[in-house]
């Protein structure tokens, strides 16, 4: 094969929303570059597993993978379970080439993908400078993600809105509710709530739940297939597969 396959690498759930939302983003990758074969992969609850997908990969002939983990921040997943599960693989399948791509986040597409589903739950650009947006994540135990959920606040506080609260539905806290109180305490009028998650699970259920709860005025949808969030796959994919300096064309 003379192009690399992309090997899309989620993390899986026993919610099939979130395989379906998966496959639906892997879809709209597909449809922004036609001639890419694009595979879609879970590390756990869902098929097909990571080393199932290469071994059909290198079985069919194919030489070089880019696998792309399907996260938003460098945390645990990143750091340890999709490396180590690629090494075993190149330790197996020594004739295949893995690269692994860097995690989606942060990323002004991203970023605009969160305007997208806010925008498409109500919130309205002349809203924005009495509105508070609560910046609602999974969580997550390492600094580094959280340093930069904190970065993507400050980002977006100087976007219109009148104050941005990160929250987190595990590990950390502000929970979802209790960002949305605490805007509503400093005298916020409106208060949006825009999960930074790609697919429905347990965790975006739970912050939907506190958004609720504490009476938010707009919950956004989860940033999902948007066509944003294909664009950013491909850009981290072409940026795996070509070394500093070269040419895509090359």
């Not at 090997?7 to 709209?28: F, M, N, W």
Request: charged share 25%; hydrophobic share 45%; glycine share 6%.
């Amino acid at each position: 094969m003379t192009h690399p396959t992309l090997l899309v690498i989620a993390h899986g759930s026993r919610d099939p929303r979130h395989a379906a939302t998966v496959h639906a983003l892997t879809e709209r990758v597909r449809a922004e570059r036609p001639g890419l074969r694009v595979e879609t992969a879970f590390l756990e609850f869902n098929a097909p597993s990571v080393p199932r997908v290469l071994e059909r990969l290198a079985a069919q002939g194919a030489d070089e993978v880019v696998a792309l983990p399907l996260l938003l921040t460098r945390a645990f997943h990143a750091k340890t379970d999709i490396p180590s599960v690629l090494r075993e693989a190149r330790a197996r399948l020594p004739r295949l080439r893995i690269r692994q791509a860097d995690v989606l986040g942060p990323s002004p597409l991203l970023n605009a993908t969160l305007g997208r589903r806010l925008r498409e739950a109500g919130a309205r650009p002349g809203d924005l400078p009495r509105t508070g947006l609560v910046l609602a994540s999974a969580g997550s135990s390492d600094p580094e993600a959280i340093a930069v959920i904190a970065e993507i606040a400050r980002e977006l506080r100087h976007t219109g809105w009148c104050a941005v609260r990160p929250a987190f539905a595990s590990a950390l806290l502000p929970r979802t509710e209790d960002a949305v109180r605490e805007l509503r305490a400093e005298g916020v009028e409106r208060v949006a709530v825009a999960p930074y998650v790609i697919a429905p699970g347990r965790l975006p259920d739970r912050i939907a739940a506190g958004a609720e709860a504490a009476g938010a005025d707009v919950l956004a949808d989860v940033l999902g297939p948007a066509p944003e969030l294909a664009r950013l796959l491909l850009d981290r994919f072409d940026e795996a597969r070509v070394p500093a300096g070269a040419s895509l064309s090359a």
